[in-house]
């Protein structure tokens, strides 16, 4: 018979358990979905970091024109600075020449049109009027943008183009020409596109009020000769027009200053996330030094610039208001007083 006999090492033999597979597989499935959660937040997080930081960081560059690009480029500016390539002509040795492009935001009366001839005095500089007056350009956004882009690519030709070695190229647009209808679609092509906005307005609404009567007046009898001009290069042709003097409503006189009012209010909400400068036409006509706050805005070389253009309406606002005491009496006491003692060169 054999005896059993136990031996100390026998206590420490025990038999591991079963692993069950299906529940290691979870918990490595559970932790890979844990660690992939963490990795999408972080990249998500860094993403809107950058987008409030700086919206334009994730502006598409056009690398095509790369090598043009050169070190005294910062890299916040490269959004604003272009190399067009247009469809209708060669840029040939300015093919590297940056081109900043610009837009003169206005209202009717403002004195835009004096104001852009003095920017196209400047030989590197192209700005091309009023290019959104006509209806069939600014129908729907689609057709804006087709414009927009056309002025630039450089395409857009007209009496003011400088071609191939413009350092900046714009054109001129007014609130009521379709601006304020697409602002949020507009603001978002000019932030998307790097544009330089120039808004110019009027601070006495009451003059611009007298121009624009005064221009609706001249269209309609034209008494320069049968033809309606809006500006003037001589004496001769200011003083004529001049002679016009229009009869204000004064029932919807405050009323109708207080609505421009607020548009130009409206304009500079509206476009405030834009690289803009805002500019008064009595502030560049006391201040020359204004037009070289501009030039250094488009990051232009300094010039000294000039415009033939000769002003219509000038001296005391007594002499050009047909029901002067009507007016005087309506505007006394509000807060649109001031526009009646204004600087008579204004």
């Not at 959004?79 to 469809?87: D, K, L, S």
Request: proline content about 4%; charged content about 20%; glycine content about 4%.
């Amino acid at each position: 018979m054999e005896i059993l006999r136990w031996k100390p090492q026998d206590a420490l033999v025990t038999k591991a358990p079963k692993k069950n597979p299906l529940i290691l597989r979870m918990v490595v499935l559970l932790f890979a979905m844990v660690c992939g959660l963490y990795i999408f937040t972080f990249c998500i997080k860094q993403t809107n970091k950058l987008r409030d930081n700086n919206p334009l960081k994730i502006q598409v560059i056009d690398r095509r024109n790369w090598h043009c690009r050169t070190a005294q480029t910062q890299e916040w500016d490269f959004p604003y600075v272009h190399f067009p390539q247009p469809e209708t002509f060669t840029r040939q040795e300015c093919a590297c020449n940056p081109v900043r492009f610009f837009v003169i935001v206005s209202m009717q009366r403002s004195g835009s049109g004096w104001f852009e001839t003095l920017l196209n005095s400047h030989i590197n500089l192209s700005s091309n009027g009023e290019i959104l007056g006509a209806q069939d350009r600014r129908r729907n956004v689609s057709m804006i943008f087709k414009t927009l882009d056309q002025v630039y690519n450089l395409d857009w030709l007209s009496s003011a183009s400088k071609n191939e070695c413009s350092a900046a190229v714009g054109f001129k647009w007014m609130l009521n020409q379709g601006l304020i209808a697409h602002h949020e679609a507009i603001a978002d092509y000019f932030n998307r596109r790097g544009v330089y906005v120039i808004f110019l307005f009027r601070r006495n609404l009451l003059r611009r009020l007298v121009s624009v009567l005064a221009n609706v007046f001249d269209k309609n009898s034209k008494p320069l000769n049968g033809t309606h001009k809006s500006h003037v290069h001589s004496q001769h042709e200011a003083q004529i027009l001049a002679k016009y003097k229009p009869t204000l409503n004064a029932t919807v006189l405050v009323s109708h200053l207080r609505a421009a009012e607020q548009t130009v209010a409206k304009a500079l909400e509206y476009f405030k996330s834009t690289r803009h400068i805002v500019l008064y036409y009595e502030d560049i006509v006391r201040n020359s030094t204004k037009l070289i706050e501009v030039q250094e805005f488009l990051k232009l070389p300094q010039r000294n610039l000039t415009s033939l253009q000769v002003k219509i309406h000038s001296g005391p606002m007594s002499k050009q208001i047909e029901n002067w005491d009507d007016v005087r009496k309506t505007l006394k006491g509000t807060s649109y007083e001031n526009f009646l003692h204004t600087d008579p060169r204004l």
